[in-house]
């Protein structure tokens, strides 16, 4: 086994950035190159002003003070990093295809093969090659097949390593990762490459939490854990909705099934739907491969926990159309939180986006308060809908820094993301700035429900009545 004293990192987003600070951080013997084609991003990695980090996660600023500039390094100099390292990651992002084949499905691999043809042309010696980003199962074969075609004379042993780390939380979950896979050939070859990467990770979490598996499972099982964690929210959002009709309350009703031990009581939060770049994305992709090997039924399952979330999304602002008296035209709401989720900073596929576009349809005009989110960001995420024009959306889709300010004047507050901040405001000073009678949309079920109908607001939680 060869002990890495180089890595190199394509790809300094949301995985590449606290991914390898961490590596970098508990491995202070090994070198790490994080490198991005996007110069902007590099910039903001490299700015001594730790707000600019193009990531947010807690505890991460921290680690980039310690260890930029000693082992860790960002640039734009991707060819000189494929030179120099011993083993690259590759951790670009793999988007739903928007295009030809499997449009609107499939994983757009054009960055991951990009990426491995610029490795394939660049290497001057032998490398481990770790696919960071999700990828369809067997794509390792196919960057194998770039890599052989291009050099003959140079050995490439390639590893799958899908990293499981969730947003806000990024630095915990690696730091405390419940395991690490990895994925290698079962070729002698490929053995010592995991032993390798194993190394990397033992420096600081027991050996017992690294799975080695082949190839195939280790692609396989990335897109298996996120469809699985996904199901499990519209699992129980899809009894939300019963809960409405019946009078019977979702978060009583997931407190009594996960304390089951076979259930458990994680993931079982009912929720506007869930958002983010990965579950979307990935279960799109595990349809796609299911329908790709005939296998009809089994996308079918699947491809329902994106339906259901969708239906999520459209209930709420439903149900804020019909509690407003069915119609919201010309009515102020403002929004609490655009993120995901609480602690981050990103916003891809935020359920906000929707709920935002439907309630703008019906002519509401919409005020956004997010401790992380600017409004640029914003606005980007509506036009990229393409249901009107910029011009449009920045006239329905306000922004205020103050959530006091945003809340006043307006007839209700939809609660989008679980931020902490929302349960410590004074409700009683915020409901009388409002319009009567005022209404709380609680999307999270976070805030004390029976504490606001005592100062007057009518509220409406997800899966209650
Ligand atoms: P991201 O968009 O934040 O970052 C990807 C970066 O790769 C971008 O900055 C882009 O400029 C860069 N890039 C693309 N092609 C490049 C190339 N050829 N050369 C140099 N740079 C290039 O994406 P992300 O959220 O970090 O996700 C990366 C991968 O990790 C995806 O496959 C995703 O599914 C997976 N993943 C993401 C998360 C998450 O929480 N975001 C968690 C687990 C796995
Ligand atoms: C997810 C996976 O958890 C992680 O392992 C993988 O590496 C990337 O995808 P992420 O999308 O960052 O991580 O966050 P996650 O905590 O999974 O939340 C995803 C969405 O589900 C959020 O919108 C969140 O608010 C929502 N959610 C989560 C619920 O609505 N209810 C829950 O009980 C849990």
């Known amino acids: 086994m060869t002990k890495?004293?180089?890595?190199?990192?394509?790809?300094?987003?949301?995985?590449?950035?606290?991914?390898?600070?961490?590596?970098?951080?508990?491995?202070?013997?090994?070198?790490?190159?994080?490198?991005d084609m996007n110069p902007e991003k590099i910039a903001l990695w490299n700015s001594d002003n730790m707000?600019?980090?193009?990531?947010?996660?807690?505890?991460l600023s921290e680690i980039i003070q310690e260890v930029r500039g000693k082992n860790l390094f960002f640039s734009t100099d991707v060819d000189q990093a494929i030179r120099d390292a011993e083993m690259i990651f590759i951790s670009v992002n793999t988007p739903t295809k928007s295009y030809g084949i499997g449009k609107g499905m499939a994983a757009d691999l054009k960055y991951v093969e990009l990426c491995a043809r610029q490795i394939g042309k660049g290497a001057t010696r032998d490398?481990?090659?770790?696919?960071?980003?999700?990828?369809p199962v067997r794509t390792a074969s196919s960057i194998k097949k770039?890599?052989?075609?291009?050099?003959?004379?140079?050995?490439?042993?390639?590893?799958?390593?899908?990293?499981?780390l969730a947003e806000g939380t990024a630095i915990n979950d690696l730091l405390n990762a419940d395991r690490v896979l990895i994925g290698g050939e079962e070729t002698e070859a490929g053995q010592k490459a995991i032993q390798s990467?194993?190394?990397?990770?033992?420096?600081?979490?027991?050996k017992e939490r690294i799975i080695s598996t082949n190839i195939w499972s280790s692609e396989l099982s990335k897109l298996t854990a996120n469809a699985f964690l996904a199901q499990r929210i519209s699992s129980i959002n899809a009894i939300s909705a019963?809960?409405?009709?019946?009078?019977?309350?979702?978060?009583?009703?997931?407190?009594?099934?996960?304390?089951?031990?076979?259930?458990?009581?994680k993931f079982l939060k009912s929720s506007v739907g869930f958002g983010g770049?990965?579950?979307?994305?990935?279960?799109?992709?595990?349809?796609y491969l299911c329908r790709h090997f005939g296998l009809q039924e089994a996308g079918d399952y699947w491809e329902q926990v994106i339906k259901i979330n969708d239906y999520q999304k459209q209930r709420f602002a439903e149900n804020i159309v019909t509690a407003l008296f069915n119609t919201v035209s010309g009515k102020d709401i403002a929004f609490f939180g655009w993120a995901f989720k609480k602690?981050?900073?990103?916003?891809?596929?935020?359920?906000?986006?929707?709920?935002?576009?439907?309630?703008?349809?019906?002519q509401a005009v919409i005020t956004v308060y997010d401790p992380k989110v600017k409004y640029a960001r914003m606005i980007e995420d509506m036009n990229y809908l393409d249901t009107r024009s910029e011009e449009e959306n920045e006239k329905a889709l306000n922004f205020e820094t103050d959530p006091y300010e945003a809340a006043k004047d307006s007839h209700a507050i939809a609660v989008i993301t679980e931020w902490d901040e929302f349960k410590t405001y004074d409700w009683q000073k915020i409901y009388s700035s409002m319009k009567k009678p005022a209404f709380v949309f609680d999307g999270r079920n976070i805030l004390d429900h029976e504490d606001l109908r005592k100062i007057g607001f009518i509220v409406r939680g997800i899966g209650k009545q």
């Open 4 to 35: 890495i004293k180089t890595i190199s990192c394509i790809g300094a987003g949301y995985v590449g950035g606290p991914t390898m600070a961490v590596i970098a951080l508990k491995n202070p013997h090994i070198r790490i190159n994080v490198v």
């Open 51 to 59: 707000d600019d980090l193009p990531v947010y996660e807690p505890g």
């Open 127 to 135: 490398k481990i090659v770790v696919e960071k980003s999700t990828l």
């Open 146 to 164: 770039i890599f052989a075609a291009q050099q003959s004379n140079i050995s490439f042993s390639v590893l799958s390593n899908p990293e499981f």
């Open 197 to 206: 990467l194993s190394a990397i990770y033992e420096a600081w979490l027991p």
């Open 242 to 265: 019963l809960c409405e009709k019946t009078g019977a309350n979702v978060d009583e009703v997931a407190k009594a099934i996960g304390a089951d031990s076979r259930i458990g009581s």
């Open 277 to 287: 770049s990965c579950f979307k994305k990935d279960i799109l992709n595990l349809v």
């Open 343 to 362: 602690d981050t900073n990103d916003t891809r596929e935020s359920a906000a986006i929707e709920i935002a576009d439907k309630l703008i349809e019906e």
